[in-house]
C-alpha cells in the first residue's frame, strides 16, 4: 500500500445478533467484536491496521498516518471534524492504535472528542512459549502447542490477541531447549510462523541449547572461546536470517537444572552470553540470558542467582539482557522480589513472569496475577528494566487457556508491559467487559473477584511466607511432605518449610543463609528481624517458632490455621459471587467457569487439611475451635496421587 493517508468509511452494524449466534466456548478470546464488512486484503503492518478497522470499526472514518517525532510503537489518537486521526511513527504504532479505537468500543467508552497519547513502556513485550518439538508444552495446561501443526486461522487468531495488547516478540520453543530447534527443517517451520506473525508487528526469537555446536553441527566442544565454535554459531545464525530476515535472538537457559552452559567448558555466563551477543550484533539481534541458575548443593537456593551474575555485573555485551525470575526461587504463589534486580547496576535485566499457571492451580484454579506484577513493581522500579517476559499459558485448547479466567493473565501481560503503571482493575475492567459484557454491575462483581484471587491463593496454598510445598513433579496439589529417597533435597518440600518441634520456615538472616543481606540495606533490616518482617513474607525469612506471637495478638500456629481457613473461606465466596453472576453470561461459559470454581473450592479444602494435619505432627498444638476443622485425613491425603505429567492439566483435584 503507498498511499500515505487512507480513509476507511463508515459501517453500520449489519449483523446484530450475530455474536449470540456463535458457540460461546472462548475461542474468541476479548476480541468479541462484530464483522461489519469484509474488507480486501491489504498487506503489511499497515494493512493489518486498515484491515481490522474495516472489518470491525462502527464509528466516524478514521485516518492512519505516519508522523515523524513520535516514540516507537506510540500513537495518538484524535478527533478532528468528522474524521479520526491515528498518527504513529511506525507501522507497529497504527496497529496498536487501531487495537485501542476498537477496545473503546467495544468496552462501551465514548469515540467522540478523542485526543489520546500513548506509547510503550517497554520496547520488548515478549511472550515465551515452553513448547517442545513433539508438541507438549512443559507446565501447559491448554492442550498441545499450537505451533506443532499451526492452522493458519488459529495462528491469526494468536497474532491479533498479542497485537491487540501490544506483544511485539514471541519465543516458539522451550528454555529446555533439544538441539533440533536449530535443525533446518524445524527453522523452516519458524520461517513459516514468523511469516504469519509478522503482518501483526510479532518477531519471533528461539531458545537455543548451548550444547548445539556437538549435538547439531558435530564440532568436539561447544566452548563459547573456541574459533571454530564461534564460526559454527555464525554461520547458524546467517542461515536463521536468511530465513527470517526481522529474527530476534535468542533465549538461553544454561547450566541451570541440567542444560548445557558456558560452565561446562571452564567458562562464564559472560562468556556464553557474548559470544552469541557478538554474533547476533550484525544483525540486530539480542540475546536474553536466563539467571534461573542454582545448584542442587547449595545451602539456600535462594542465594544462587544473585552468587553468581553478581561478580558478571557490567560484563555483559550491550546487546544481552539478563531474564530474571520476579522471586529468587521459582515462580511461587508469593516470593519477595529477587534481589538482583536492585543489585545489579551495570547489567540490562529484564523480568521473566509466569502466566502459566504452574504453581497456581494449573488451569483449574482462577488466579489473576497481576496484583503481583504490581506487588513485584512496587519493590522493582519499572524503568531499571529493558523488557518484560511472559511464561505463556497458550495451548491449542478451544478456549486457548484452558480456564477462561486464564485468559486475563494473557491480556493482562500485555497491557502491563505496554505501561506497568496500569492498576490491576483498570485491566481487569477492561478485559471484563470485551470478554463478557460491559454491565457494571457484573464488571465491579467479577473485577474484585479478580483482584482478591491472588491472596486468597496464598492463602489456602502458602500463607505467612510458606513456598515450594507442592506435590513432586506436576507440582498442583500440597505434598508438604514430599521427600523420596534420593532426590536432590532442593527439589523436596522440607528443604523450604524445615518444619521441626520449634517452628516453621526458612532462617534466611544474618544467623543463618543471609540470603537477606543481597538486598538493599533498609529492606534488609526490615527482614533479618523478625519483629519488623512483614508477616507475608515471614517463613520465607524466619523459622518461626509456633508460639512467636502474630500482630494479630494469635500465636503463629493460630494464624496459619485461620490464613488457611480465610483461604478456603475465600473460594466458596468467590464460587457464590460467580453463580450470582449467571443472569449476565452465556450458559456454556458460566458453567465451565463455575465447574473450575467448584473444583477450585475442593482443592482449596484439601490444601488447608493436607497442611494443617502435616505440620501439626510437629507443632503438637490444637486447630482452634473458631476456624472450621479438617474434614480430611491425613493419611489418605498422604496417599492420593495424581497421575500426570507436568505437561497435563489435572481433570479435577483432589477426588477422593
Ligand atoms: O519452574 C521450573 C519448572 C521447570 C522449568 C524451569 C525453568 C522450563 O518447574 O519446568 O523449565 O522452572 O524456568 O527453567
Not at 5 to 11: E, K
Not at 444 to 464: C, F, G, I, K, N
Not at 495 to 519: C, E, I, M, P, W
Not at 563 to 583: C, I, N, P
Request: glycine share 6%; aromatic share 12%.
Amino acid at each position: 500500500m503507498t498511499t500515505k493517508q487512507f480513509l476507511l468509511s463508515t459501517f453500520f452494524l449489519l449483523m446484530a445478533g450475530w455474536s449470540t449466534a456463535n458457540a460461546e466456548d472462548g475461542s474468541r478470546l476479548w476480541l468479541r467484536l462484530d464483522n461489519v464488512s469484509n474488507p480486501t486484503t491489504i498487506t503489511g503492518v499497515k494493512g493489518t491496521a486498515m484491515t481490522e478497522l474495516q472489518t470491525y470499526w462502527q464509528g466516524s472514518p478514521v485516518v492512519l498516518k505516519r508522523q515523524k517525532g513520535l516514540a516507537k510503537d506510540g500513537y495518538t489518537i484524535k478527533s478532528q471534524g468528522d474524521k479520526i486521526v491515528i498518527a504513529a511513527a511506525n507501522d507497529a504504532g497504527l496497529l496498536y492504535g487501531a487495537y485501542h479505537l476498537l477496545r473503546l468500543q467495544q468496552t462501551g467508552n465514548t469515540t467522540t472528542s478523542l485526543d489520546i497519547s500513548e506509547k510503550p513502556f517497554y520496547d520488548l513485550r515478549i511472550l515465551n512459549h515452553w513448547d517442545n518439538p513433539d508438541g507438549t508444552c512443559e507446565r501447559g495446561f491448554a492442550g498441545k502447542s499450537i505451533f506443532l501443526n499451526p492452522n493458519p486461522e488459529r495462528l491469526k487468531m494468536y497474532a491479533r490477541a498479542n497485537a491487540s495488547v501490544g506483544i511485539n516478540g514471541t519465543v516458539l520453543n522451550n528454555v529446555n531447549a533439544k538441539p533440533e530447534a536449530l535443525s533446518t527443517a524445524s527453522l523452516e517451520k519458524a520461517k513459516s510462523i514468523a511469516d504469519q506473525l509478522r503482518p501483526y508487528g510479532i518477531r519471533v526469537y528461539l531458545s537455543i541449547n548451548f550444547a548445539s555446536p556437538i549435538k547439531v553441527g558435530g564440532l568436539p566442544t561447544a566452548d563459547p572461546l573456541d574459533k571454530k565454535v564461534v564460526g559454527w554459531w555464525k554461520e547458524k545464525v546467517n542461515e536463521i536470517y536468511k530465513l527470517i530476515p526481522d529474527f530476534g535472538g535468542f533465549l538461553v537457559k544454561a547450566n541451570s537444572e541440567g542444560e548445557p552452559g558456558p560452565q561446562d567448558f571452564g567458562r562464564t555466563h559472560a562468556d556464553g552470553a557474548n559470544m552469541l551477543a557478538g554474533v547476533l550484533k550484525p544483525h540486530k539481534g539480542i540475546v536474553m540470558w536466563r539467571a534461573f541458575v542454582y545448584a542442587p548443593q547449595s545451602p539456600d537456593r535462594a542465594n544462587q542467582a544473585y552468587l553468581e551474575f553478581m561478580p558478571l555485573d557490567g560484563q555483559f555485551a550491550d546487546n544481552v539482557i539478563i531474564q530474571i525470575k520476579n522471586g529468587p526461587v521459582d515462580f511461587q504463589p508469593r516470593e519477595p522480589y529477587s534481589p538482583l534486580f536492585t543489585a545489579m547496576q551495570k547489567t540490562q535485566m529484564m523480568v521473566e513472569f509466569q502466566l502459566t499457571q504452574e504453581y497456581l492451580g494449573a488451569a483449574n484454579h482462577l488466579v489473576y496475577l497481576a496484583p503481583m506484577w504490581q506487588e513485584f513493581f512496587s519493590f522493582v522500579k519499572p524503568s531499571s528494566l529493558r523488557a518484560m517476559a511472559g511464561v505463556a499459558n497458550i495451548g491449542d485448547d478451544i478456549n486457548w487457556c484452558g480456564h477462561h479466567f486464564a485468559q486475563a493473565n494473557w491480556y493482562a501481560f500485555g497491557r502491563a508491559a505496554w505501561n506497568p503503571a496500569l492498576t490491576p482493575k483498570e485491566i481487569a475492567d477492561e478485559w471484563l467487559a470485551q470478554t463478557f459484557t460491559d454491565n457494571p454491575s457484573f464488571v465491579s462483581t467479577v473485577s474484585q473477584l479478580m483482584l482478591d484471587s491472588r491472596e486468597a491463593a496464598v492463602s489456602y496454598m502458602m500463607p505467612l511466607g510458606i513456598h515450594h510445598i507442592f506435590a513432586g513433579v506436576h507440582h498442583y496439589g500440597p505434598e508438604p511432605w514430599y521427600s523420596p529417597k534420593g532426590l536432590r533435597a532442593d527439589w523436596t518440600p522440607p528443604y523450604y518449610h524445615k518444619a521441626d518441634a520449634v517452628g516453621l520456615g526458612f532462617n534466611r538472616t544474618l544467623t543463618g543463609s543471609a540470603n537477606v543481606k543481597q538486598y538493599p540495606e533498609a529492606l534488609c533490616q526490615l527482614y533479618n528481624d523478625i519483629n519488623t518482617c512483614p508477616e507475608n513474607l515471614l517463613t520465607w525469612f524466619h523459622h518461626v517458632p509456633w508460639n512467636h506471637k502474630m500482630k494479630s495478638g494469635r500465636t503463629f500456629w493460630d494464624e496459619l490455621c485461620h490464613k488457611y481457613d480465610d483461604g478456603v473461606h475465600e473460594t466458596r465466596r468467590f464460587l457464590a459471587m460467580w453463580d450470582a453472576m449467571q443472569s449476565y453470561v452465556d450458559a456454556q461459559r458460566f458453567s465451565e467457569v463455575q465447574r473450575k470454581l467448584r473444583i477450585q473450592t475442593r482443592d482449596s479444602e484439601w490444601w488447608r487439611d493436607a497442611c494443617l494435619l502435616y505440620f501439626q505432627t510437629f507443632s503438637h498444638r490444637p486447630i482452634p475451635q473458631d476456624v472450621e476443622h479438617p474434614v480430611h485425613n491425613l493419611d489418605e491425603m498422604m496417599n492420593f496421587r495424581i497421575p500426570i505429567s507436568m505437561y497435563e492439566n489435572p481433570q479435577c483435584g483432589y477426588n477422593k
